[in-house]
C-alpha cells in the first residue's frame, strides 16, 4: 500500500503544477495586470495648462485667421499665396526659441488689452521670396540660396507690410474673443535676446505654413499662456459657437440699404375688381360702363410685386392722375412669415 500525502504535501504538489495558485490561506493574492490599459506619460515640470477645449478653440479661431492672411497676402504681392494651419502645440517658451533658425525675423506684439506680448516668427526661408517679389524679382527657384544674414532697414521696412496684414487678420480673428489692437514694439533677429516669459512658462504655438509658388516657409505664432489668461473663459464651447455670428457694421449695413434702394420693384395700382362672363366680355364696346363692387369712396390697393402693401386714393394733382398713399396693409415681416407659412410642408395630423 503506497504512502498517504498530508494536506500541506498536497498544497505543495497542487502549487508546483498551478503558480497562479494561491500557497494557502495566508499567501498574497497576486495582481492581476490589465493588457487593455493604455498609459499616458505626464510631466510635472511641463503642466497642461490649456485644455483640451480651448486647443481646439485656438485652432478654430487660426484657421479662419490663415484664410484671411492668404487672400490679403495675395492681393498684396499678385500672386497666389497658401497660408495652411499646420499645428497647435503648447510647450515652453525655451523650447520654443530653441526650435527657431538663427537669424530670424522675430517681431513681438502688443496690446494695450494684453498682459504681455505676443510673438509672430516669420522664416527666412518665405521672408526673403517675398521681399524678392516686392522688389519686382521672383524669378528664382526654391533652390536659390537666399543670405544668412539679419534683415536690412529697407528690408526690415517691407517686412513691416506682411506683420501689418497678419495683424489686420488677428485682430479681425479674436474680434468675437477681445478687441485686441495690436502693434509691433519691436523686432530682432535672434530669438535667444529675447525673454518675454521665465524659460519654463507654457506658451500656446499656432504654426503655419507659407507657400508662394514653389517657396515655402514657416511662419509661428506663439501666444505666453499668462498673456491671455484673463481670456482663457472666453476660450470655450459656448462662446466659440458664435465665433463667425460679427456684429453689424454701419458701413455694411448703409451699402445694403443702399444698394436696395436702387433696386427697380414693379408697382400696380389695384382700382376695383369685378366678374363678368366671357359672353359679357365677348359683347364689350367702346363707351359700354362695367359696374364695379367697389365704392366711389372705397379704397384702391397698391401692390408690389403683386403683394398688397398700401391703401390709395385715386384723385388729380396738377393735372395729373394720381393716387394718395394710406396706410400700411402689410409689413415685411409679416409678409415674410406668411411666405414661409405657404412654402412649409402641411404635415397629416397624428391618429
Not at 508546483?16 to 495566508?26: C, E, I, M, R
Not at 526659441?97 to 505676443?118: I, K, M, R, Y
Request: proline share 6%.
Amino acid at each position: 500500500m503506497g504512502d498517504v500525502l498530508s494536506q500541506s504535501e498536497v498544497e505543495s504538489l497542487l502549487a508546483a503544477l498551478d503558480p497562479h495558485t494561491s500557497q494557502g490561506p495566508s499567501a498574497k493574492p497576486q495582481r492581476r495586470v490589465d493588457s487593455n490599459i493604455q498609459l499616458s506619460l505626464y510631466d510635472f515640470k511641463r503642466p497642461e495648462r490649456v485644455s483640451k477645449e480651448q486647443m481646439r478653440a485656438f485652432q478654430a479661431l487660426h484657421e479662419g485667421f490663415s484664410r484671411e492672411f492668404g487672400a490679403a497676402l495675395s492681393g498684396m504681392l499678385r500672386a497666389i499665396v497658401e497660408v495652411k494651419l499646420i499645428s497647435v502645440d503648447q510647450l515652453t517658451y525655451s523650447e520654443f526659441v530653441f526650435s527657431l533658425e538663427n537669424p530670424t525675423c522675430f517681431n513681438l506684439l502688443q496690446a494695450d488689452e494684453l498682459d504681455g506680448h505676443l510673438i509672430l516668427d516669420l522664416n527666412p526661408s518665405i521672408i526673403f521670396p517675398i521681399i524678392d517679389r516686392l522688389l519686382g524679382g521672383g524669378k528664382q527657384s526654391a533652390s536659390y540660396d537666399f543670405p544668412n544674414r539679419p534683415l536690412t532697414e529697407i528690408e526690415l521696412q517691407l517686412v513691416s507690410r506682411i506683420t501689418t496684414l497678419a495683424i489686420q487678420g488677428l485682430e479681425n480673428a479674436w474680434a468675437n474673443v477681445a478687441k485686441l489692437k495690436l502693434r509691433v514694439s519691436q523686432v530682432e533677429s535672434n530669438p535667444q535676446l529675447v525673454q518675454i516669459v521665465p524659460p519654463n512658462e507654457v506658451v500656446v504655438l499656432v504654426s503655419f505654413e507659407i507657400s508662394m509658388g514653389e517657396s515655402r516657409g514657416i511662419m509661428n505664432l506663439c501666444i505666453p499662456f499668462n498673456t491671455i489668461e484673463p481670456l482663457s473663459g472666453k476660450l470655450s464651447t459656448d462662446s466659440w459657437s458664435a465665433y463667425t455670428r460679427k456684429q453689424l457694421d454701419p458701413r455694411q449695413k448703409l451699402n445694403l440699404e443702399t444698394g436696395l434702394a436702387r433696386a427697380a420693384v414693379r408697382l400696380v395700382i389695384h382700382l376695383a375688381g369685378t366678374k363678368i362672363s366671357t359672353g359679357e366680355l365677348a359683347g364689350l364696346e367702346i363707351g359700354d360702363v362695367i359696374m364695379t363692387e367697389t365704392g366711389a369712396n372705397s379704397a384702391a390697393q397698391i401692390l408690389v410685386e403683386g403683394t398688397p402693401m398700401f391703401e390709395a386714393f385715386p384723385g388729380v394733382l396738377k393735372g395729373h392722375k394720381a393716387v394718395r398713399v394710406g396706410q400700411q396693409l402689410m409689413k415685411p415681416r409679416e409678409l415674410i412669415e406668411r411666405q414661409l407659412g405657404v412654402a412649409a410642408p402641411v404635415t397629416p395630423p397624428k391618429k
